[in-house]
DNA sequence: CTTCATGCAAATAATTTGCAGTAAG
DNA sequence: CTTACTGCAAATTATTTGCATGAAG
């Protein structure tokens, strides 16, 4: 996922060079907040406003070139849209790890959709805990 | 799930009356943002005041009596606190619904935690789509 | 009584908007 | 060229805080 311009121009949005920054430290970083891709992006372009931040992040979530990611007890991130997959989220450090998983909760959440007759579009799975590296640490 | 002054006590928490009812409209509407739960609430109660429901849902929260469902493009609602379930959310009523199912997803979670070393502690499962009463709806 | 909770008003944080100037296609 | 995008500043909305009063245990 390198051609930030040819997705751009694939959801009708114009490549500006505030846009393929957003989806480049999105990318880099994997799950990031508003403020997170502010924070990064103005390194590199110190004009950027948080408006036009804000702007953007909506309008990608609308073309669906982003994916909104809520979080308990914060802020929301966002992440490249991309095959669905679920995030294990350290309440410890913050970090937010995705796990590709499509093929062993597909079956389940469609079935468990159809029981109620629900027409399932799309899935949201966050599990917390504790991550590898900061149980670790906490060992020590 | 009625006596909710045996619930504060537990948590050590006044049983004061917006206390009461706060937990009261949550358990007969399920899932309710602050000011949803505000609205409801100021009817039975006109002096209260929305800072003391931000305050009190802090506090459940922090206690465990109440818990945040994040959801996607919109606040999040708080429920009480009961079994792990999964949540039907449509997107064309904004309806929240409830599917217990503990048993189907414990294990499956699990296996996907263990598998990264991570230390699970809390599952989240939203499922984003439209209600069979919406799609009757539509039908028509 | 004593401590904790409430309501109010003010402070702060988060997000959105309008608009004149700029850049992309 | 033309339309869409940006940055700014102001407006709005959401959330938090401090403090004097009031209620719960």
Chains 1, 2 share one sequence.
Do not use: W
């Not at 505030?18 to 004009?47: C, F, T, W």
């Not at 450090?93 to 909760?105: I, S, Y």
């Not at 597909?106 to 959709?113: G, K, V």
């Amino acid at each position: 996922m390198t051609d930030y311009a040819e997705l751009l121009k694939k959801s009708s949005l114009k490549a500006t060079f505030q846009r393929m920054n957003i989806l480049s430290v999105v990318d880099k970083y994997g799950h990031m907040s508003v403020d997170d891709i502010y924070a990064e992006v103005v390194k590199v372009y110190p004009s950027l406003s948080l408006a036009t931040v804000y702007k953007n992040i909506i309008l990608m979530v609308e073309k669906g070139v982003l994916v909104e990611v809520p979080i308990v007890g914060k802020k929301s991130k966002y992440e490249l849209a991309k095959e669905d997959h679920i995030h294990l989220v350290c309440t410890e450090c913050g970090a937010v790890e995705d796990k590709m998983c499509l093929e062993k909760t597909d079956a389940l959440f469609h079935h468990l959709s159809e029981e109620e007759h629900f027409s399932l579009n799309r899935r949201q799975v966050n599990l917390y805990g504790v991550c590898q590296k900061c149980q670790m640490e906490a060992a020590s």
